[in-house]
Each structure stands twice: as structure tokens, then as C-alpha cells.
């Protein structure tokens, strides 16, 4: 998808474009990307490399198309076609911290934090699969960092007014953009910010004014290969969690169930509890079960 500022018809849907416009605005928020349009040039580069790299397509929205390259290792074919597919690829140093969506509204260059979402991750071959997102504590120090750190970008970029969607690292009292895009944050944040009792994007209302709303998410399980589902292991002890809320998507017996996209999910709950401890200890519970492995598979 194209996303274009109409004052001045600037395309901001390339990861080039994106982090060359942090760099310039603020170096303190950037990643350190660099930009690759020859295949052979960039193997060079990994394999010359002693420190773990994150590659992604130029061209691509999903937090998923991420790829961790490590030092003495070599891409699987199939991964190095995804990734130039697109056409160029855009590289980094792996950067600690947790990833988060922080999303708002801009106004006259200032962004205004509306919600923003701690993302939860497990190993999967050559990529991080998103498993789940609990949103902070308005009053959290995490909270308050994005509102600081993020408030004059987007007058520095020159993006237009609206909403702005944005992927971050955020480690300690730092923060990196990943990534943004000019526009709503997609599935399933918004509906999530229903569930919390918040407004998000739909209004310029600032995240941190919320008082007691307590937390919100999901939990999504991936299955590890293809196969027709034959059962789930213990689902009445996985909704038994205290934060679980409701199903979203529960595969029937018999339906042939398969990886799919980084993003993509077999079985996803929803979570809501007044309580930070309690929620992430589920969410903490279910990676230990999705790690064991939930769906029982036959081949055939």
C-alpha cells in the first residue's frame, strides 16, 4: 500500500524513506539503516559480519518481515527470495529492547500519544513471530518516554497532519522508529483500544490522561507445520487464565491449518484484567504452551 503526504506527495511506504527521514530529523531515534539493492553485496556484508543483523524488505507493513541474520549462519534460499522480493533491502544492527506500536494523532508537527502497545515475541527460524500485545500503564515510565521522545518528530520529518502509526524499540530511557506510517494503526489495535475503554487514534485524547482503565490484548498461537488439526491440548485450561476475555479465532477439528505469513495466526485470544502482573503473567503462561505446542497435527 502507498501511503502518500498529499501537501506534498511524498511517498513514506518505504523503509528507505523512513529511516533516512529519522536519521535527518533526529539521529538519536535512528537504527542506523543501510540500504542494499545487490544481492551479492549484501551476503559480503553478513558474512564479513560479527555482530546479528535485522533485514527487511523495503517494501512491506507487517512487523513480521523482519529476518535475524547471525554471525557464521547463511539465509535459507527461500528467505532470501522473500526478502528481495520487493526489490531493495534495508539493514541494521540487531538493537536490544522490546518492541511497542505507539500510535496518535498529529497536530500542527506534534504527535499526541492516543494508546500504545508492548509486543511480545517468540524465536521462529530466521524470524521474531508477534504472539501478543498488552498495552503499558498510561502512567508507566514507558509511557511517558514515547510521548517525550516521539512528541517533535513528525515536525522535523514534515508529516502531514492525522493519525501516525509507528514500530519502535524502546530499551532503557532509549528509543529507535523502526518504522512508520501516516495513518490508522491496522487490525487489531483499534479494536483493542475498544476493549480497553479507549478512544486510541479516534480522538486526540493523550494516552497518559487515561486513570484505572487496567490492561488489554491478545495471544495469538502459530502452528509449527502444516497439518489437518485434530485437536487442542487442554483449550478449556488455556481459557481458564484469569485475563482471558473471549475467543477470536478458534480452528474447527479437521481444518488443515498451516504457518502462513509471520503475522498470521491459528488460534488467537483476547485478554483484559485490571491487573499488570496478572495479565502478563498469561501472556507468559501461553508462551510457555505455544513453545510446548497447542495444535495436534496429522499429516494427511
Known amino acids: 500500500m502507498t501511503v502518500t503526504d498529499p501537501a506534498d506527495g511524498r511517498d513514506w511506504s518505504g523503509k528507505a524513506a523512513q529511516a533516512e527521514a529519522v536519521a535527518a530529523a533526529d539521529p538519536s531515534l535512528a537504527l542506523g539503516v543501510r540500504v542494499y539493492d545487490d544481492p551479492e553485496e549484501l551476503a559480503v556484508r553478513l558474512g564479513e559480519s560479527r555482530l546479528t543483523t535485522v533485514l527487511r524488505p ?11 541474520h547471525r554471525p557464521d549462519t547463511v539465509l535459507a534460499p527461500a528467505v532470501t527470495e522473500e526478502l528481495w522480493a520487493a526489490g531493495r533491502v534495508v539493514a541494521h544492527t540487531f ?66 497532519d492525522g493519525p501516525l502509526h509507528l514500530e519502535v524499540v524502546v530499551d532503557a530511557n532509549e528509543v529507535a522508529v523502526v518504522k512508520f506510517l501516516p495513518r490508522v494503526a491496522a ?23 487515561y486513570r484505572d482503565i487496567g490492561f488489554a490484548g491478545d495471544y495469538s498461537f502459530r502452528v509449527p507445520h502444516p497439518g489437518r488439526l485434530t485437536g487442542i491440548e487442554d483449550l478449556p485450561g488455556l481459557r481458564e487464565r484469569p485475563s482471558f476475555a473471549a475467543d477470536e479465532l478458534i480452528p474447527e477439528p479437521g481444518e488443515w491449518l498451516e504457518p502462513g505469513a509471520n503475522e498470521s495466526a491459528q488460534m488467537t485470544f483476547l485478554l483484559r484484567h485490571s491487573d499488570e502482573f496478572t495479565i502478563h503473567a498469561d501472556v507468559e503462561h501461553y508462551q510457555h504452551r505455544h513453545r510446548q505446542g497447542v495444535f495436534r497435527l496429522a499429516t494427511s
Open 187 to 209: 487490525y487489531p489495535l483499534p479494536e483493542l483500544c475498544a476493549l480497553l475503554g479507549v478512544e486510541g487514534q479516534a480522538s486526540d485524547r493523550p494516552y497518559d490522561s
Open 58 to 68: 523495503e517494501f512491506t507493513e507487517d512487523m513480521g518481515s523482519a529476518v535475524f
Open 95 to 160: 538493537r536490544p529492547g522490546v518492541p511497542h506500536f505507539a500510535n496518535g494523532t498529529v497536530r500542527d508537527g506534534l504527535f499526541v500519544l492516543t494508546d500504545c502497545w508492548r509486543c511480545f515475541t517468540l524465536p521462529e527460524r530466521e524470524h521474531w513471530a508477534l504472539t501478543s500485545v498488552i498495552n503499558p500503564a498510561p502512567e508507566s515510565a514507558t509511557t511517558r518516554l514515547l510521548a517525550r521522545r516521539l512528541r517533535e518528530l513528525p515536525g522535523a520529518i514534515g508529516l502531514p
